[in-house]
C-alpha cells in the first residue's frame, strides 16, 4: 500500500478509478499497523483496486476535510462515491468482503 503522495489528489485519484481504498492512521497506532498489512496482502489479490495510507500526523487538514475523527478509518469508494467507511475498532475481513462484493458489481472480480 502506497503512502499518499504529496503532489496526490484524492478527489481525481477516487473518480479516475473505479475502486479506491483509503486508510487514515498515525505511527503510533498498533491496528493501523496491522491493518495495512493486511490491505497490502489483500490488495496483491486486487491489483485494480487502488490503496493509499494516509499519515493524518502528515496529512491533518486532509484528515478534517474528510471528517476523520480516529484512527483507524478505512474509506471504500466504488465508482466515485464513499460507499464503506469503518473506524476505530472493527472487522476488517467483514469490510474486505462486503468490498469484493462491490467488485464483482463492477465486473473486477
Known sequence: MQTLG???NIRALIQRHPAVILQFGTATCA???AIR???DQWGVRHPDVQLR???IE?????AAQEGILSAPTVCVYIAGKLTLQKAGYFSL???LQKTERYL???GQE
Open 53 to 55: 495510507y494516509i499519515p
Open 104 to 106: 464483482t458489481y463492477l
Open 37 to 39: 498489512r493486511k490491505l
Open 6 to 8: 504529496r503532489e496526490e
Open 31 to 33: 491496528p493501523c499497523t
Open 93 to 95: 475481513e467483514e469490510l
Open 58 to 62: 502528515a496529512y491533518p487538514e486532509l
